[in-house]
C-alpha cells in the first residue's frame, strides 16, 4: 500500500469519525430525555410513566410518541403541543390547556381531560374507551374515526366538533352542549346516552 494511500484511508476515517460525533451531537440536541418540562421541549418518543408533572408549561412541545402512563399533567400548558401516537393510559390532564394541540392516534383508555380547554384540538383515530371529558372545552375538536366507547362528555361545549365515522358506543353526552352544529356522519351509535340533548342543529 503506497504512502498516498495510506494517508487517504487515515483522512477518510478521520472525517468519518468526526460526522460520527457530530451527528451523535445533533441527535442528542434534536430530542434530550432528560430535558426539563419547558415550552417547545422535544420529548419524540420519551419514557414519562408514573411522574408528576402538575402545572408545567409543554406549550409547542414535540411529545410525539410519549408514553405518559398513568402521568399527572394536570393544569398543564399543553397549547399547540404534538402529541400524537402518545401514550396517556390512565393519565391526568384535568384542567389543562390544549388549544390546537394534536392528539392523533393517542392510546388513552380511562384518561382524565375533565375541565380540560382543548379548542381546535385534534383527536382523529385516537383510542379514547372510557375516558373522560366532563366539562370539557371541546369547541371545534376534530374526533374523526376515533374510539370512544363508554367516554363521557358530561356537560362539556361541543359545538362544532367532528365525530364522523366515530365509535361512539355506550358513549354518555348527557348534559353536553353545543352552539354550533356537530359532524356525525356514520359515526356508530350503540346504547348511547344523548337524553336532553337537542340535536336537531347537528
Avoid at 370539557?136 to 362539556?156: I, M, Q, S, W, Y
Wanted: hydrophobic share 45%; net charge neutral; aromatic share 10%.
Amino acid at each position: 500500500m503506497t504512502l498516498r494511500r495510506t494517508r487517504a484511508y487515515a483522512a477518510s476515517g478521520l472525517v468519518l469519525a468526526i460526522c460520527t460525533v457530530f451527528a451523535w451531537q445533533n441527535a442528542t440536541a434534536a430530542h434530550n430525555c432528560h430535558a426539563a418540562a419547558t415550552p417547545g421541549v422535544n420529548w419524540h418518543e420519551c419514557d414519562k410513566k408514573l411522574l408528576i408533572l402538575e402545572g408545567q408549561d409543554l406549550s409547542g412541545a414535540n411529545l410525539f410518541g410519549v408514553d405518559f402512563t398513568s402521568t399527572d399533567l394536570r393544569n398543564s400548558n399543553l397549547l399547540a403541543a404534538n402529541l400524537e401516537k402518545a401514550t396517556l393510559v390512565r393519565a391526568s390532564l384535568a384542567d389543562s390547556t390544549a388549544k390546537g394541540a394534536r392528539f392523533d392516534r393517542i392510546e388513552a383508555y380511562r384518561t382524565d381531560f375533565s375541565r380540560m380547554d382543548a379548542q381546535g384540538a385534534v383527536f382523529a383515530s385516537a383510542e379514547l374507551q372510557r375516558s373522560n371529558f366532563q366539562d370539557a372545552n371541546l369547541t371545534n375538536v376534530d374526533f374523526t374515526k376515533a374510539e370512544l366507547g363508554r367516554a363521557r362528555f358530561h356537560d362539556a361545549d361541543i359545538s362544532g366538533s367532528r365525530f364522523s365515522f366515530a365509535n361512539l358506543a355506550r358513549a354518555d353526552f348527557r348534559g353536553a352542549t353545543f352552539t354550533a352544529s356537530i359532524d356525525f356522519d356514520r359515526a356508530f351509535f350503540f346504547l348511547t346516552r344523548i337524553e336532553g340533548v337537542d340535536l336537531s342543529n347537528s
